[in-house]
């Protein structure tokens, strides 16, 4: 009877065992091809990102940059890149500066009115490439990323929309756009939660159209489903998202 215990029991652990190496290791191919790259943000400081596109369609591609969470980094959107690719989009996954594997800087309080700087260097690196549409660029970004992506669409020309996804209204000035007269933000999706509504409404406000809101509610008020975790939690959320990217880019 202990001998076939000690069966069972061996079998069980053998078999979790490969069960979570194929977790970790999937075997099913992926829709894209994919480069580790870095670039100089407009102000020197090196970004690392990683660089993907359809493998089954030919270029050139309009590109979409991502841009991460506060305390994350690109791979966050692992989860989501063959949906972005298998609807023809390159994707440029980059950590912000002070995140992941770009170079390390001090956040002070002056921090995020430097983060436009690695868009800046994101579209620069952009137009080395041959296989893209230059003039066709998009941005998606989750919390300090949707800061980021907002402020994109207001800062640079060549960003033709953006997905803001639960943004703060309290990060940076220069970031907001205040006190610059030139700062234009537009042709933007906010997603965000009906609790995080009284936060972001400031952004809104200031956004110029064509602008579009979309208001979630989580599944109850102990799930976190914020920035990026919205996408997980809600897939109406993601069909939104890639839906706006191909009505608008």
Same mark, same amino acid.
């Given at each position: ?10 079998? #069980? ?52 940059? @991502? ?24 994707? @440029?996954?980059?950590? #912000? ?6 170079? !390390? ?15 800046? &260097? ?14 066709? #660029? ?60 009284? !936060? ?26 914020? &920035? ?19 009505? !608008?880019?």
């Amino acid at each position: 009877m202990a001998r076939i215990q000690l069966y069972i029991l061996v079998s #069980i652990v053998i078999i979790s065992a490969i069960t979570g190496w194929y977790l970790i290791n999937p075997t099913e191919e992926k829709p894209y091809i994919s480069e580790e790259v870095s670039f100089l943000a407009s102000d020197g400081i090196k970004i690392s990102a990683t660089w993907y596109v359809p493998k089954e369609l030919e270029a050139p591609y309009k590109p979409v940059i @991502l841009s991460h969470e506060f305390d994350g980094d690109r791979q966050d959107w692992n989860p989501f890149i063959s949906d972005f690719v298998e609807r023809g989009y390159a994707i @440029l996954a980059y950590d #912000i500066r002070g995140f992941g594997e770009s170079q !390390n800087v001090d956040k002070s309080e002056e921090y995020y009115d430097t983060l436009i700087s690695d868009i800046e &260097g994101a579209v620069t690196y952009l137009r080395t490439r041959n296989d893209v549409i230059i003039d066709r #660029i998009g941005i998606v970004g989750a919390q300090l990323g949707g800061n980021i992506a907002y402020a994109a669409s207001g800062y640079i020309e060549e960003i033709k929309v953006s997905v803001v996804i639960s943004p703060s209204a309290d990060i940076g000035s220069l970031i907001r756009g205040e006190g610059v007269d030139t700062f234009n933000p537009h042709s933007i999706l906010f997603q965000y939660l009906d609790t995080e509504r009284t !936060n972001i409404q400031p952004l809104i406000d200031r956004a110029e159209e064509p602008k579009t809101s979309r208001l979630y509610r989580p599944e109850s008020p102990s799930v976190r489903a914020s &920035g990026i975790s919205l996408l997980h939690r809600d897939l109406r959320a993601l069909s939104d998202l890639l839906r706006y990217l191909d009505e !608008n880019l």
